[in-house]
């Protein structure tokens, strides 16, 4: 912006320096051969160079304006660009007058301009009034997202030309609302029959709804769900929800598998994409820890029918192996004794899922006793929480006693 500015002043003091130059000089001067319309040369070029220093001069005040109200500083530069084709023809009308052709081309203007405008220039004129309507009513500007979904093309403005309105694509190449480098040129007759979604119609705070859906089971803990949705989604948008007051919020709908459960919030639309990865990771993170959630998956019911249909495989599977129950008082052992703390988290684990790996024993020489091989803390697991029985292989002799 500044050095935008910079450039703007640069021009409309050396305009008005060249403006000055050529007056004072150009009316001083008594020796040039006068043209067609009383004027020299050097004083027709100071109105021409005063023409161009008074477009400098409202392009520099218009950039002013909006900077001080805060606008975008590219619609300073889309209006600029119209008092400049507007200083260029009048700059042209000059040059005309000073060598006393104005009328001339005037009339040759007049005899061709109907000609050259219906001869194929429908829609370049249609493309070039499209420019000036934009850029005067500024429906969108560049760096706004916006969508044409009759073209089902949606995009970042990049540029508004007299021609054609360049976009950098979202999507396209991949399934995401990211801008993926490609740039797309539209041309601007057809704004006048498209409809048109600004996304960012304010670039400050270009906020919109977007939502990540979770599957749940039947037998889930709805509040629980809906709580870690809730807490996830505050944690990851919380700066937006300091920005626009707008918190998270949860609408479901029931299906055959289970319920939808549709977390709703706002996020920045050229982050979308991002916010929506965070969320269903941490979403995913948590559900994982909760044990009344459980994830629907169709044909399968939910991630944990699937996992008990895998423990009781492996259950099946060690029947196959020949295990048989012995009563945990005929089992000794004769090592040290386990970590408290390893039993209680092994006591844990086979409270929720069994005890998927039987212990191994051999017959100790006093009838109906047996000495542990393998599987000492497993056994003391089973013991703490008051299994009478246990699951166990019997090795006809004795071996080496490995721990856990």
């Known amino acids: ?25 150009g009316r001083g001067a008594t020796g040039h051969r006068p043209l067609s319309s009383g004027m020299n040369a050097l004083h027709l070029a100071g109105v021409v160079a005063l023409v161009l220093g008074v477009c400098a001069l409202f392009s520099l005040a218009t950039q002013l304006l909006f900077a001080r109200r ?9 209006l600029a660009r119209i008092y400049w084709l507007v200083a260029g023809i009048a700059a042209v009308c000059t040059v005309a007058y000073g060598f006393g052709v ?3 081309f005037g009339t040759a203007f007049s005899m061709f301009g109907g000609m050259l405008l219906g001869w194929s ?26 969508q044409f979904p009759s073209l089902a093309l949606t995009g970042d403005v990049m540029d508004i030309g007299p021609m054609y309105t360049v976009l950098n694509q979202v999507g396209g190449t991949i ?11 539209v041309p601007n007759a057809m704004l006048f029959g498209q409809v048109v979604i600004n996304y960012t119609a304010q670039q400050g705070g270009a906020y919109v709804l977007d939502e990540v859906v979770v599957r749940i089971t039947y037998d889930s803990d709805w509040r629980t769900a809906e709580r870690i949705l809730l807490d996830v989604a505050r944690e990851v948008t919380a700066e937006v929800i300091a920005a626009t007051g707008d918190s998270p919020y949860i609408r479901a709908d029931l299906y055959d598998y289970g319920v939808y459960m549709r977390l709703r919030y706002k996020t920045l639309v050229k982050n979308r994409a991002e916010t929506s990865y965070l969320l269903n990771r ?20 939910s991630y944990r029918a699937g996992h008990d249909r895998r423990t009781d495989e492996a259950r099946r599977s060690a029947q196959d192996a020949g295990f048989i129950q012995l009563d945990v008082d005929t089992i000794r052992s004769q090592t040290v004794a386990a970590d408290p703390q390893d039993v209680e988290q092994l006591a844990v684990s086979i409270a929720a899922e069994g005890l998927l790996q039987p ?6 020489g006093v009838n109906g006793q047996y000495e542990i091989l393998a599987g000492h803390l497993r056994l003391e697991a089973c013991r703490k929480l008051g299994w009478k029985t246990v699951p166990a292989i019997v090795r006809p ?3 080496l006693t490995t721990n856990d």
């Open 102 to 104: 104005l009328g001339k």
């Open 1 to 25: 912006m500044i050095q935008q500015l910079r450039k703007t002043s640069i021009f409309a003091i050396a305009y008005l320096a060249i403006a000055a130059l050529g007056l004072l000089i």
């Open 175 to 185: 399934a995401s609302e990211e801008a993926v480098g490609r740039h797309i040129l």
């Open 70 to 78: 805060k606008r975008p500083p590219v619609e300073g530069l889309m």
């Open 282 to 301: 941490r979403l995913f993170e948590e559900i994982q820890r909760a044990p009344t959630v459980d994830l629907a998956i169709p044909y399968v019911y």
């Open 397 to 399: 002799s004795n071996r």
């Open 121 to 146: 220039l429908q829609a370049p004129v249609s493309g070039f009034a499209a420019w000036i309507l934009v850029s005067l009513k500024r429906p969108f500007r560049p760096g706004d997202r916006v």
């Open 359 to 364: 212990i191994l024993v051999a017959p100790s």
